[in-house]
Structure formats: C-alpha cells, structure tokens
C-alpha cells in the first residue's frame, strides 16, 4: 500500500513538513497563551468545515466514478449548491456563536476560524479521487501549506507589531481561498462548464442522502476536537496552548497513517462479496495490522515525549509533555477504528457506523466531563484517546454480528436448498 501511494504520498510528506514547520513556529512566536487562543479558533474552522461537507464526498465520489460527463458535472454543481447553502447557516450560526462567546477578545477569532473553515469545505476532493489524481490534490495542498507559511515569515519578520492570532487566522483564510480556486479550476478544464440548472434540487438530494455520514462525521470530529472547548469550559484555560500544541503533533502522527486507511478503504471495496468470509478475513487482518502499527507510533513517542516536545515546541511548552504521553495513545484506537469503519461502510451499514461514531462521542464526553475538573488537559487528552479505542470496539462488535448474522443466513439457505 504504501508504494501504490506514489506521488501521493510524497505530496502528503511536503505539505506535512510545510504545515508542521508553520506550527512550530507560530507555537514559539505567539507563546503557549495566544497559540491557545489560535487553537481554540481553528477547532471551530475544522467543526464548520465538517458540517458543511455533511459527509457527502464519498457518495459524490462514488457517484463521478459511475456518471457520464454530463451527469457529472450536474452534480459537481449540485455539490456547490449543497455547500453555498450549508455555508451561509453556518456563517449566520458561528456569527452568532462569536457575538454570545464569554470572552470578548475571542469573539472575532472564533468568527474568523469559522469562515476559513467554511472556506475550506469547498474543497472538492472527490473530483480528484474519482478521476484518480490524488497527487494532483496533494499538489494544490502543498501550494496552500506554501502561502500559508510564506504568510506567516512575512508577517513575523515585516510587521511584527501587529503580529496575532487574528492576523495569522486571516492568512490562514487567504492559504484555504488559494487551494479552493486552483481545485475548482481544475475541475472546470477536466470536467468542463457545469451544470447549474437542476443543481438546487439535486443539492438537496445529496443532502438527504448523506445525513447517515454527516452525524457519523460530526461525532468524530466533535470527538476528536473536543479538548479545547472543554478545556475552557471546564476549567483549565492556562493549559490551552499546552493542549493545542499536544493535539497538533498527536494528528501529525497519525496522519500519514490516514492515507493508508484511505487506500484501504479503496481495496475492501473493490472486494464483490462483503459479506462473504474472505472480505470478513482482509478486514480483521488489515485491523490486526493497523492497530500493531498504531502501538508501534504510540508508545515510541510516549518514551520520548519529554525530550521532543519542549525541542519541537521550546522550553515553555515543556508541561506539554506528560499531555501529549497521553494524547499519542489516540493512534492505536483511529487506525483501528478506520479500519473497521470502513468495512461497515462498505457493507453499506451506514446507520451502524453512524451509531458507532456517536456512541464514541459520548465516552469520550463522559470522561471529559468527569475528569478535566481535577485533571486538567491530561483529561481532555485521555477523553480523546479513550473515545477512540471505544469507537473501535463498537465498530469490531457491530462488524462482527452483522457476519455472524450472514453466516446464520447463509446456513438457512444451504438448509432450505437441501430441503428443495
């Protein structure tokens, strides 16, 4: 799998070290307090963006993969309909957000971090997948991680005195716009002019369809950026920029890792039978080898989290260090869960994996609220880790009974076709 990734993958690495290499920097330039509030921000960008795609891209991909040129291009503009409306509740929505937020000074960053979030959920992704040009998509993902950081310098070394997380989050914004337009040029010279008369109906087509992906999408990533809203609910804001930076380098880790789930989502569906006994086989070995390899990223970064984290993030982080021996143990239960996931999706039980997803989001919300109190930021790490391992268990047990359900289905069939 990981030489089937190509270019992919080497378009992945350069817009992790670009990225990487900006949050290192802002983490030392803006200090643990602003890089909080930065964090804080882009968790409410990355909730909008979310809700805004309502888990459409793999039904939309599914769907340019089998369309004709026509078909397809109504529905890329069905997919932009769907998007201009989901993104004007949602602007109205964080607007009011920002304008009810207890902290003044925060308000206008939450509302920032919600537009360049809605800007990013345009990104159409599922164009490229379907036309198989992933590195393609890599490439406008680097160029974006590239503006973002030149921004970044820019501001740092000419105009250090208005040098904030507003600023950044503006640029942030600018990084999004860039990619979004290069990937929308893109589709129109490879897809042609899109069709814009039916969109609005067939936007809501694609709305209804993927509501069972929008709520399994919304519990996971509510699940996995529930830390710093709760963080500063609960108690605990000093730490925020601590948590933030923890949360930062537990995704990098995980990260690459997603592009091999991704491919192997990819295989399982190419597989006919997924019911069959050797689908049910591929995927529990895939599992077994998925969650070997997050242990195998986990514990390595636990030994060394108190030498790596104040060398990546300076001294003042260094408290970061026992949160993040912690938040890296979310490895083990997403590469797993993904795994898993992603053979109930393929066996087309999306209300099972949707349920899964939310029962994650509630374990994992009961340990926050339980333990941050006393616990602080290690608390909202363990919530994450913990909702993730729980995610994967669900998802094992559900995978497990649907083929135990198949094989008593098949039993009753062979038992009436002797009785014929």
């Known amino acids: 799998m990981l030489l089937a990734l190509r270019g992919a993958a080497f378009g992945w690495l350069a ?45 939309l991909t599914r769907m340019l993969v ?25 602007l109205l929505l964080g607007g ?12 206008a960053l939450i509302f920032l971090g919600v537009l360049g979030g809605l800007v ?11 036309r198989t040009r992933i590195g393609t998509y890599m490439f406008f993902s680097v160029l974006r991680q590239t503006g973002y950081l030149a921004a970044v310098l820019a501001l740092w070394f000419f105009a250090r ?58 519990a996971m990533q509510a699940l996995t950026l529930c830390g710093p809203p709760l963080l500063e609910t609960l108690g605990g804001a000093e730490e925020l920029g601590l948590l933030v930076a923890s949360n930062q380098l537990a995704m990098a880790a995980v990260s690459f890792l997603g592009l091999l789930s991704r491919l192997a989502h990819a ?88 349920v899964c997803q939310v029962l994650a989001l509630f374990v994992g919300l009961a340990v926050a609220w339980r333990f941050i109190p006393a616990h602080g930021a290690v608390a909202a790490a363990a919530a994450v880790a913990v909702g993730r391992a729980a995610f994967a268990l669900c998802a094992a047990f559900a995978f497990l009974v649907g083929g135990i359900n198949h094989e008593e289905h098949e039993g009753h069939e062979d038992h009436e076709e002797r009785l014929e």
């Open 267 to 354: 295989r399982l569906a190419a597989i006919p039978d997924t019911g069959g006994a050797y689908f049910r086989s591929r995927a529990w070995l895939v599992t077994l080898g998925f969650t070997v390899a997050g242990a195998g990223v986990a514990l390595p970064l636990m030994l060394c989290s108190d030498w790596l984290v104040p060398l990546l993030f300076g001294r003042k982080f260094a408290p970061a260090a026992a949160i993040f021996a912690v938040d890296v143990w979310r490895c083990v239960g997403v590469l797993a869960g993904a795994v898993l996931g992603s053979a109930l999706i393929c066996q087309h039980r999306v209300r099972a994996y949707a």
């Open 161 to 218: 005195g208005c040098f904030s997380a507003l600023v950044v989050l503006i640029a942030a914004a600018g990084s999004f716009t860039l990619q979004v337009f290069l990937e929308w040029r893109w589709v129109r010279r490879n897809y042609g002019g899109l069709q814009w008369q039916g969109a609005g109906a067939a936007g809501w087509e694609l709305l209804r369809q993927g509501t069972p992906m929008a709520v399994a999408f919304a």
């Open 120 to 130: 990013l959920s345009f990104s159409v992704a599922p164009a490229f997948d379907a």
């Open 66 to 90: 089998r369309d004709s040129p026509e078909a397809a291009r109504l529905h890329l503009a069905a997919f932009a309909r769907q998007k201009q409306f989901s993104s004007l509740v949602l």
């Open 96 to 107: 009011s957000l920002a304008l009810c937020w207890r902290a003044p000074d925060e308000r």
């Open 15 to 59: 817009a992790q070290i670009l990225g990487l290499t900006a949050v290192l920097l802002l983490s030392r330039w803006l200090g643990p307090a602003e890089y909080g509030r930065l964090g804080l921000a882009l968790v409410f960008g990355t909730y909008a963006c979310y809700l805004s795609q309502w888990g459409i891209d793999p039904l």
